[in-house]
């Protein structure tokens, strides 16, 4: 049997016309209204912008992106008790990660955030540490496994959060908690934190910090023990971190089939996304998200009002 085609339904393909100039213009009102510093205020990225050395930048962030679960004003509280503790043990970010060792577990006990404990900080602050001395800067870490001609990280995320998690193994105080912060897309997660820390990575604007881009600084920090060259990271590669907001316009505009905000979805829609930005799939996100957050807080305002 011949391959069987769906008639021609002019009027669908207008519906279809339509949605599809109602996204692309709702992705550059969207970008053009939020994309700003001016919203870093509700974002944990804000974090990552207070400090101006690359390796303080890139430890800030990712402590920003995987404890960024909850609400803003708890992620926000949160950060900062993790921060000063950091700083009283050194002025510099890094320095004072550079310099942990065992009998520093017991400093960081004022720390939680929600399930997560002190010792699941401070193994990260050790896992941070070890990439730092064994491959110059996380991102060189992770870019060993990361290539040119990859469509996506998915490959790299896999086999770095892997090294982690086997290092991680090696402290006697490791609890399960701890592994909540490194999901994988191997465990079919749409790794939303991981996706956000990554898009920072590998974007540079105003608000992006693009630390593993070509000509980065943490690409070309040297260790004793030599690494081939690595790749770096392109902005076609990312992948949208996906959470309730985005979960919520992705369905609206039929970028996923899926019903599950799993990692086959996050990959679903940035295909989908390429559509309209082939090169920069992610350049929406933060202000999507803050829209959709806006959005939300103005509903609730107004229902309270009508009271």
């Known amino acids: 049997m011949g391959t069987r085609f769906l008639p021609y339904n002019p009027i669908m393909s207008t519906l279809a016309q339509s949605k599809n100039n109602q996204l692309r213009k709702l992705l550059t009102t969207s970008y053009d209204r939020y994309h700003h510093v001016d919203f870093l205020e509700i974002d944990p990225l804000e974090f990552p912008h207070q400090y101006k050395n690359p390796l303080d930048q890139e430890a800030a962030a990712i402590l920003s992106a995987v404890f960024a679960y909850g609400n803003v004003k708890q992620i926000k509280n949160s950060l900062r008790v993790a921060f000063n503790l950091i700083h009283q043990k050194n002025k510099s970010l890094s320095k004072a990660i550079q310099n942990l060792t065992a009998k520093d577990r017991h400093h960081f006990r004022p720390f939680f955030h929600r399930f997560n404990k002190s010792d699941d900080l401070f193994i990260l602050l050790l896992l ?65 934190r991981w996706c956000m820390f990554l898009k920072w990575m590998g974007r540079k604007d105003a608000l992006d910090l693009g630390l593993w881009m070509e ?32 979960g919520r316009f992705a369905k609206e505009f039929k970028l996923t089939k899926r019903k599950s905000l799993n990692w086959k979805a996050a990959i679903e829609v940035t295909q989908n996304l390429k559509k309209y930005i082939p090169e920069d799939p992610t350049r929406c996100d933060f202000a999507l998200t803050r829209r959709g957050m806006l959005e939300r807080v103005n509903k609730t305002k107004k229902a309270i009002s009508l009271q």
């Open 215 to 246: 000509g980065s600084p943490l690409l070309k920090l040297k260790v004793q023990k030599k690494h081939p060259p690595v790749a770096p990271l392109l902005s076609h590669q990312l992948v949208i971190p996906l959470d309730t907001h985005l």
């Open 128 to 192: 941070i540490q070890k990439s730092w001395e064994q491959y110059g800067s996380v991102g060189l870490h992770f870019l060993s496994y990361h290539a040119s001609q990859d469509i996506s990280f998915e490959k790299a995320l896999i086999a770095f959060i892997n090294d982690w998690k086997k290092w991680a193994q090696g402290f006697p105080f490791t609890q399960k908690t701890f592994y909540y912060l490194l999901n994988s897309p191997a465990d079919q997660s749409c790794c939303k």
